[in-house]
């Protein structure tokens, strides 16, 4: 799969499954996604994010040449992207 497509899939702030609108929960501290209905504590969420990012990371791996430059710059961004939101 090319790497670009499993970010633009699931975004850095979005479901980790579907991509979807994560809500938050002040009560229960969780966060429901509007697409799927999965619902994730904080730590989960953050699990998720890092195996996807290492997906990422093996995905461009697996490319060659100056592709993979691109590929990496636009993942940087699209993790860095993420962090900012939180
Ligand atoms: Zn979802």
Request: proline share 3%; hydrophobic share 20%; glycine share 8%.
């Amino acid at each position: 799969m090319r790497p670009q497509r499993v970010w633009r899939r699931r975004g850095p702030s979005g479901c980790p499954e579907c991509g979807g609108l994560l809500l938050y929960d002040r009560d229960t501290k969780t966060y429901t996604c509007q697409s799927c209905g999965r619902v994730y504590t904080r730590e989960e969420l953050a699990e998720a994010r890092r195996r996807i990012a290492e997906e990422i990371k093996q995905a461009i791996a697996q490319e060659t040449g100056e592709e993979r430059e691109q590929y990496y710059r636009e993942y940087l961004k699209w993790y860095l992207s993420g962090e900012k939101e939180r």
